[in-house]
């Protein structure tokens, strides 16, 4: 779940956070039950990420997905990048709130992914959000994601 997130691709362009501030969430809440099979979804894929298993992330994403000018072959050539600067990873992404919109599941989640810089044994913050949407589908009995919110 949020591989753009967790692979350090950049989100859309507008400040979640201020978007969010400025209209209200679309949709209607979503069930305790979809939420926290959201949240397990989001547990695996950091667990793929902080393995650094770019298959494993990459396994959470449709051949469709897009975002902006990111897609999946873009968010493959990302976390090869990543993994090349990086001996460790890390990410700590929280889910805030999950709305359902026409079926599809609008996860809006904050959080940072940091990393040891290769050689230099540095740790860095690659990335870090707050409150930004990404959209997910369910795919027979797994939740994969589309692309981003609004």
């Known amino acids: 779940m949020l591989a753009?997130?967790?692979a350090g691709a950049p989100g859309p362009?507008?400040?979640?956070?201020?978007?969010?501030?400025?209209?209200p969430a679309p949709g209607v809440p979503a069930s305790p039950a979809t939420a926290?099979?959201?949240?397990?979804?989001?547990?695996?894929?950091?667990?793929?990420f902080q393995a650094m298993d770019a298959a494993?992330?990459?396994?959470?994403?449709p051949e469709r997905y897009r975002?902006?000018?990111?897609t999946k072959a873009a968010l493959r050539e990302n976390l090869v990048?990543?993994?090349?600067?990086?001996?460790?990873?890390?990410?700590?992404?929280?889910?805030?709130q999950v709305r359902m919109v026409d079926g599809a599941a609008w996860i809006y989640s904050t959080?940072?992914?940091?990393?040891?810089?290769?050689?230099?044994?540095?740790?860095?913050?690659?990335?870090?959000?707050?409150?930004e949407p990404e959209v997910a589908?369910?795919?027979?009995s797994v939740w994969r994601l589309t692309g981003p919110g609004p």
Not at 56 to 61: I, K, P, R
């Open 56 to 61: 494993g992330v990459l396994a959470q994403v």
């Open 4 to 6: 753009s997130v967790v």
């Open 36 to 48: 926290e099979e959201l949240r397990r979804a989001l547990t695996a894929a950091t667990e793929r």
């Open 137 to 140: 589908r369910r795919e027979g």
């Open 67 to 70: 975002n902006g000018p990111l």
């Open 111 to 131: 959080g940072e992914v940091t990393g040891r810089i290769c050689g230099l044994g540095v740790w860095t913050t690659a990335l870090a959000w707050e409150r």
């Open 13 to 23: 362009a507008w400040s979640g956070a201020a978007a969010a501030a400025a209209e």
């Open 81 to 96: 990048a990543l993994f090349a600067l990086y001996d460790v990873v890390r990410a700590n992404v929280r889910i805030d």
